[in-house]
């Protein structure tokens, strides 16, 4: 593709485009897309538990469908929304902030993105052909063997495909930040969102793996005979719920890492300082992580481990209070003294801090064993994983997207809309959930259809249903503020006063990124050229031909591959005529590979001379 091609276009030849695209900015942002539509569904399924839970014994939905509802929110919210969120984030900037034109694998890059839009389809097909899962997010055996119906076979099946996306992503991630940092972007002169990007991926890279694994057993089990959670036939069913965790902890830190990285480069922008302690912001990353796989069993104290294991469990958890607690006051620090702009995304990011101390410190409280037995299975629990989850990694998007959009649209979003998005999100979430702790502590369990007139729990369920319409009125705020922004004037390159690369190029950026790669002199080298007088990058390289990678319909065709053979692997036990569809869908996606692997292809290069026309 030359660089006359980004004139006008017809819808066909856009929609090709972006099946066919391999570039990191373009799969970012259908990533953004489609994590985007799967937090609508989520909040909408949310909305469903809430307006359930409005009043005591209400019957506005079935039990087995508020089953199926809280099930699909938090497995759409954790593999569907957020997490695609984060990587289309990542997938965006982290190329632009080290100085690279793509990221080291373009093909698998859109592979990775089609088998997880492949998956979510189809975990979402389960809710028209006969129910969704019905087991909780965590589907734990031996509740999800016996649970009727293929629910449990879409989330297997559709969990593996976008779970398979994901690891390659991470993958590709950890290459892309060894292999293709500019010239002088040495690892301690990263910014810290490339970092949480690079140690998110070693996570991805470990824990994924284990839900591999854990989906197959369960797989086996359902539909292929075996017996690996089977108590009747010697199997155990504690075995899912290590393995669940194994992945499942870590998986909060996935979640979390990135929204990390992030705030560090807002809150450095906004207070136009330099990270306080950025030396230790790096380590306390890589020890959460590495802590962040000690701990799995604290989500199991109830099932019978032991004193010894509890407390093993209870104190490597606790241990993760010490980095985090470090990042906090660095955070503090960064802003201490520094000249600060209070804008939409700086907005989010203070009311981070608050919100997440508050979710860590019930954190502390749940990892506490003894205390355990009481909070475990109530809504304490699922008020503390919100006040990380929605308070860390939620407010974190909407800061990242506050702070990014110019970049990746070229316009600035509305202030005044932007305002109104966070201080409705803001009090709504906190009504929703701050209450649920008390809830919880008066013995209200999670996960129940109904509760009754005499329990006391009217008042705070009924101000935890209105916070939850208070948020969806901000969301819808900032739905508006997207399309209203569509038509505002063109952003400037670096509209904040950026420190870091992605602000030293045009916004939206060519599709090659950088016609020269930078020469990066230190941390914040964007800052440092400004503080010299210069204002801008210096070039490592002769301006010269650029080598970008073709477009390609084949990662498209392997997904959708894999998503005729899950059907047939879960229709395959009603009746054996449906093992052609795993026949005929593994034939498409083994046919693609083949295809790939046969078919030599060079890329094409963006001339000098195109280069040369192409206006600063
Ligand atoms: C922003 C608005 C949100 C609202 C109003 C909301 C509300 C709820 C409600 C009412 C439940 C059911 C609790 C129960 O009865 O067990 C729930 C469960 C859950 N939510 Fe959310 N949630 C929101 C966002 C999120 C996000 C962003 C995530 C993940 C990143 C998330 C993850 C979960 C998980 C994992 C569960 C547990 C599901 C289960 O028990 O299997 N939620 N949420
Ligand atoms: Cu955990």
Not at 15 to 32: E, P, S
Not at 412 to 421: A, D, F, P, R, S
Request: with cysteine.
């Amino acid at each position: 593709m030359s660089i006359a091609a980004t004139q006008k276009r017809g819808f066909g030849a856009v929609l090709w485009d972006y099946l066919t695209t391999v570039d990191h900015k373009k799969i970012g942002i259908l990533y953004l897309i489609g994590g985007g539509f799967f937090f609508l569904i989520g909040g909408l399924e949310a909305l469903f538990v809430r307006i359930q839970l409005l009043v005591p014994e209400n019957d506005f939905i079935s039990a087995g469908f508020y089953n199926e509802m809280f099930t699909m929110h938090g497995t759409t919210m954790i593999f569907l929304a957020v997490m695609p969120l984060l990587i289309g984030l990542m997938n965006y900037i982290m190329p632009l902030q080290i100085g690279a034109r793509d990221v080291a694998f373009p093909f698998l890059n859109s592979l990775g993105l089609w088998l997880f839009i492949f998956g979510g389809v189809l975990l979402n097909c389960s809710w028209f052909l006969g129910g969704a899962p019905d087991s909780g997010w965590t589907a734990y055996a031996p509740l999800s063997l016996q649970s009727p119906g293929h629910g449990i076979d879409f989330y297997v099946m559709g969990l593996q495909l976008s779970g398979a996306g994901t690891l390659i992503g991470g993958i590709n991630f950890l290459v892309t930040v060894v292999t293709m940092r500019a010239p002088g972007m040495t690892y301690m002169r990263m910014p810290l969102f490339t970092w949480a990007t690079f140690i998110t991926s070693v996570l991805i890279l470990f824990a994924f793996p284990a839900l591999t694994v854990n989906l197959f057993l369960l797989m086996f089990d359902r539909m292929f005979g075996s017996a690996f959670f089977d108590v009747a036939l010697g199997g155990n069913t504690v075995i899912w719920q290590h393995l669940f965790w194994l992945f499942g902890h870590p998986e909060v830190y996935i979640l979390i890492l990135p929204a990390f990285g992030l705030f560090s480069d807002v809150f450095s922008t906004f207070s136009k300082k330099r990270l306080f302690g950025y030396t230790a912001m790096v380590f306390a990353t890589v020890l959460i992580a590495f802590l962040g796989f000690m701990v799995w069993a604290h989500h199991m104290f109830t099932v019978g481990l032991g004193p010894v294991a509890n407390s093993i469990f209870a104190i490597a958890t606790m241990a993760i209070a010490v980095p985090t607690g470090i990042k906090i006051f660095n955070w503090l620090a960064t802003m201490w003294g520094g000249s600060i702009t209070i804008n939409s995304s700086m907005l989010w990011a203070l009311g981070f801090i608050p919100t997440f101390t508050i979710g860590g410190m019930t954190g502390v409280m749940l990892a506490s064993a003894v205390a355990d037995y009481q909070y475990h299975d109530t809504y304490f629990v699922v008020a503390h994983f919100h006040y990380v989850m929605v308070g860390g990694t939620v407010f974190g998007i909407m800061s990242a997207l506050h702070y990014w959009w110019p970049k990746m649209f070229g316009r600035i979003l509305h202030e005044g809309m932007g305002k109104i998005t966070f201080w409705t999100f803001f009090i709504g979430f906190h009504l929703t959930f701050f209450v649920q702790h008390f809830l919880g502590l008066m013995g209200m369990p999670r996960r129940y259809w109904v509760f009754l007139e005499e329990q006391g729990l009217d008042t705070g369920n009924l101000v935890s249903s209105i916070g939850a319409f208070l948020m969806s009125i901000g969301v819808i705020v900032f739905l508006i503020n997207i399309f209203y922004t569509i038509k505002s004037k063109k952003a400037p390159a670096d509209p904040w006063d950026g420190r870091s690369l992605e602000w030293s190029i045009p916004s939206p950026p060519p599709h090659y990124n950088f016609k020269q790669e930078p020469l990066v002199r230190g941390l914040d080298p964007l800052w440092i050229e400004k503080m010299e007088g210069k204002g801008k990058m210096t070039a490592a390289e002769p301006l010269d031909d650029i080598h970008m990678p073709n477009s390609t319909i084949v990662p498209f065709i392997m997904s959708v591959g894999f998503f005729i053979a899950g059907f047939g692997f879960i229709y395959q036990v009603d009746h054996s005529a449906w093992l052609s569809a795993v026949y005929v869908g593994m034939a498409i996606a083994l046919g693609a590979m083949a295809f790939r692997s046969l078919k030599d292809d060079h890329g094409h290069h963006i001339t000098k001379e195109e280069l040369e026309r192409e206006a600063d």
